[in-house]
């Protein structure tokens, strides 16, 4: 790596002079240079408050229910309690790709709504919420149930959403669920992760002994993973190439009945760790199901993923991955081969949400690009832990970094690559540095499995060398016209 930790630690503390001496001291938890044999690199303060004055590319709670967790439930209408914004900013913004007919039996594309006004707020709004579920019962007959996505004004007036989701699921005979993931809760989306956890325990779980199902020894299911741009269904190819048999997908492409059957699988096998360890934690200390994370973004780790998912099983699994891995090995070599020549040694600098700081390493590094700064938008202290050792030595590691903080890190650390949200992409660009949206891969996709390794490798390339980057200047280095004149004149 071309920088020391004196280098990097000296970065830090440039930025951090510009903060009042309070601010500096508290953004001062948040930013490390990375270390993997010291344990204070594994101290940085994370899920903490945003410091309020400093921008942060943060969501809120009802993001992290209804836009992550609940929202691509496909068969279930799931009801924005509130006012409008919320509900249609929430509304496949996240590309959750799914089979079926929309409007009939799949619904997760359209944005329902209570649609609250001045005097819902005065009144109430349980008998709108009340009204809406009859409304879309009668237009949607085919709706297997329901979640009720609280937004702010529900927590300030006091809905009794309870009361109305207990009535409805009496009257109509369908799971109705209450979700209290109002957006001022905690200090991000990660709190409504853990809430729509609970409420899937309390509403859909505590029924799976109900439910008959004819199960087998290789029965899993896939938690944490949202299909976006198609990445479940190629999470889906690659283990069920083992011979595995997934019956369940949390939530991309999934379905209440599937929710219902996970408790009865031999293996959860788990994606996004920070939105779903909560329940699989729960079905493990309930139901006795195992659980495992897994990986499958570039070859590296899907290899060692596809081994230690096989681990868990009889040694019919063990060999056949071994033959599925001989197999994959000559087509992800095939993309190596071509694109790691035009990617070689090129610096990538990271900040999403909860998973891709540390999972996507790994594919960059099988293309031969090399990760200088990484950071989470929302991680807990344990995904930090599990991060350090992923990273360099002397990397930037930054913890819900505000935009003041990562428009230096970049005029600093000189990437080649920016991966990060929409909030930021425009800005980047218009600085001039190549950018991949890694939340919702730029309307890509997949970039989980063996063809979506193809697919990464391909936007990578696309996007870093394309020739645009060497003809934009940011507009605030652009001469004015007076240089210009002088210019000309010299």
């Keep these: 790596m071309s920088m020391n930790k004196q280098d990097t630690q000296a970065i830090i503390d440039e930025i951090l002079e510009v903060y009042p001496e309070v601010a500096r001291e508290d953004r001062k938890k948040h930013l490390m240079v990375n270390d993997p044999e010291s344990e204070s690199s594994k101290c940085i303060t994370s899920n903490r408050?945003?410091?309020?004055?400093?921008?942060?590319?943060?969501?809120?709670?009802?993001?992290?229910?209804?836009?992550?967790?609940?929202?691509?439930?496909?068969?279930?209408?799931?009801?924005?309690?509130?006012?409008?914004?919320?509900?249609?900013?929430?509304?496949?913004?996240?590309?959750?790709?799914?089979?079926?007919?929309?409007?009939?039996?799949?619904?997760?594309?359209?944005?329902?709504?209570?649609?609250?006004?001045?005097?819902?707020?005065?009144?109430?709004?349980?008998?709108?919420?009340?009204?809406?579920?009859?409304?879309?019962?009668?237009?949607?007959?085919?709706?297997?149930?329901?979640?009720?996505?609280?937004?702010?004004?529900?927590?300030?007036?006091?809905?009794?959403?309870?009361?109305?989701?207990?009535?409805?699921?009496?009257?109509?005979?369908?799971?109705?669920?209450?979700?209290?993931?109002?957006?001022?809760?905690?200090?991000?989306?990660?709190?409504?992760?853990?809430?729509?956890?609970?409420?899937?325990?309390?509403?859909?779980?505590?029924?799976?002994?109900?439910?008959?199902?004819?199960?087998?020894?290789?029965?899993?299911?896939?938690?944490?993973?949202?299909?976006?741009?198609?990445?479940?269904?190629?999470?889906?190819?690659?283990?069920?190439?083992?011979?595995?048999?997934?019956?369940?997908?949390?939530?991309?492409?999934?379905?209440?009945?599937?929710?219902?059957?996970?408790?009865?699988?031999?293996?959860?096998?788990?994606?996004?760790?920070?939105?779903?360890?909560?329940?699989?934690?729960?079905?493990?200390?309930?139901?006795?199901?195992?659980?495992?994370?897994?990986?499958?973004?570039?070859?590296?780790?899907?290899e060692e993923s596809m081994r230690k998912i096989a681990a868990m099983f009889d040694e019919t699994i063990q060999a056949k991955t071994e033959e599925v891995i001989a197999r994959y090995k000559a087509e992800w070599q095939a993309v190596v081969d071509k694109y790691r020549p035009r990617l070689e040694g090129k610096k990538v600098m990271l900040y999403v949400g909860g998973l891709r700081p540390r999972h996507i390493i790994g594919a960059y590094e099988d293309l031969g690009m090399e990760i200088v700064g990484a950071g989470y938008e929302f991680a807990h202290n344990d995904d930090y832990v599990k991060t350090v050792p992923e990273l360099n030595d002397a990397t930037l590691l930054f913890d819900d970094a505000s935009e003041f903080e990562l428009e230096e890190f970049v005029k600093k650390l000189n990437p080649d690559l920016i991966g990060s949200g929409v909030k930021e992409k425009y800005v980047f660009q218009k600085m001039g540095f190549p950018f991949r949206q890694m939340h919702s891969w730029d309307y890509s996709g997949p970039y989980h499995g063996v063809d979506g390794f193809a697919i990464f490798a391909r936007d990578m390339d696309l996007t870093l060398n394309n020739p645009c980057w060497n003809k934009m200047q940011p507009p605030w280095l652009k001469p004015t016209e007076k240089e210009t004149e002088l210019a000309k004149t010299a």
């Design 49 to 302: 408050k945003s410091l309020p004055g400093v921008m942060t590319v943060r969501g809120c709670s009802y993001a992290g229910s209804k836009g992550v967790v609940w929202g691509p439930v496909k068969d279930m209408v799931h009801i924005s309690h509130g006012p409008v914004g919320c509900g249609q900013y929430s509304r496949a913004g996240r590309r959750n790709y799914y089979t079926g007919t929309t409007g009939v039996d799949t619904f997760g594309t359209i944005n329902f709504t209570t649609d609250f006004q001045e005097r819902d707020i005065v009144f109430g709004g349980d008998k709108k919420l009340a009204s809406a579920i009859d409304e879309v019962e009668a237009l949607f007959p085919l709706v297997k149930g329901y979640s009720i996505q609280s937004e702010c004004p529900v927590g300030l007036i006091g809905d009794d959403i309870e009361a109305v989701a207990k009535a409805k699921t009496e009257e109509l005979g369908k799971t109705v669920v209450p979700v209290r993931c109002e957006g001022f809760r905690g200090v991000s989306q990660s709190l409504g992760h853990h809430i729509a956890n609970d409420t899937i325990r309390d509403h859909v779980l505590s029924k799976s002994d109900q439910v008959e199902f004819e199960t087998t020894d290789y029965d899993v299911a896939i938690i944490g993973d949202y299909n976006i741009g198609g990445d479940a269904w190629s999470s889906r190819i690659i283990l069920e190439d083992m011979g595995l048999r997934v019956v369940a997908q949390w939530s991309g492409d999934g379905t209440l009945s599937e929710m219902e059957n996970t408790p009865k699988v031999k293996l959860n096998l788990v994606h996004c760790y920070r939105s779903m360890n909560y329940i699989v934690r729960y079905m493990e200390e309930k139901h006795g199901v195992p659980w495992v994370e897994y990986n499958l973004f570039g070859p590296t780790k899907i």
